[in-house]
């Protein structure tokens, strides 16, 4: 059950793009559709973003995006804005039926 | 409004115990799996455990196996998480959240100390 690999840091200029990356294994992220993002400010709750690696729930930015290629899930956000700055967790199922994070990337938009 | 509300957190010495309860509304809670998730102090998120709608199925993350239980009461709308052994590392910030591997809702976080 180990966390899923995630960059600590990612950082992008307002209006720009950036791609933050989860990868696990064939265990999890590359077995299965069960691929989630989540958002997190300081002392807040996490807020799902994406679900079964692309899906975005209603009220949801269509400016965050998701996709998976093999073992490795991904969370584009095109056109940064400065509330985009926080924290983003992926999660994934596992053939063990656990669940798994990654580590976390924080978002820094300079 | 979905709405998930914990409580039973505190300070508690290592080798105790705690309950955790999470009281949930503004859904047909029955119909849901539910799921702890915990965040020590300044670190990311850890999934610890979930439950089937009926209760017929319980999975752990491996650190809290044969110490923690996860349980509900679909009477009460309550989803329960007892604690025992408990370990400093055992300290961190738990949510309830709705789901089983996708969690659109989260309560607000119950603090849980671990400490001498």
């Known amino acids: 059950q180990s966390a899923l690999a995630q960059p600590a840091s990612v950082s992008g200029s307002p209006g720009q793009s950036i791609t933050i990356s989860c990868t696990g294994t064939?265990?999890?992220?590359?077995?299965?559709?069960?691929v989630s993002w989540y958002q997190q400010h300081p002392g807040k709750a996490p807020k799902l973003m994406i679900y079964e690696v692309s899906n975005r729930p209603s009220g949801v930015s269509n400016r965050f995006s998701g996709s998976k290629s093999g073992n490795t899930a991904s969370l584009t956000i095109s056109g940064l804005q400065a509330e985009d700055e926080a924290d983003y967790y992926c999660s994934s199922y596992t053939s063990s039926s656990t669940r798994v994070f990654g580590g976390g990337t924080k978002l820094t938009v300079l | 409004e979905v709405q998930l509300v914990e409580s039973g957190g505190g300070l508690v010495q290592p080798g105790g115990s705690l309950r955790l309860s999470c009281a949930a509304s503004?859904?047909?809670?029955?119909?849901?799996?539910m799921t702890w998730v915990r965040q020590a102090p300044g670190k990311g998120l850890e999934w610890v455990a979930n439950i089937k709608e009926d209760g017929s199925e319980k999975y752990y993350v491996d650190s809290v196996k044969g110490r923690f239980t996860i349980s509900r009461d679909n009477a009460k709308n309550s989803l329960y998480l007892q604690m025992n052994s408990l370990r400093a590392e055992d300290t961190a910030v738990y949510y309830c959240?709705?789901?089983?591997?996708?969690?659109?809702?989260w309560g607000q976080g119950s603090l849980v100390t671990v400490s001498s």
């Open positions: 064939s265990s999890d992220v590359g077995g299965y559709k069960y």
């Open positions: 959240a709705r789901g089983s591997s996708t969690w659109y809702a």
């Open positions: 503004g859904f047909t809670f029955s119909s849901y799996w």
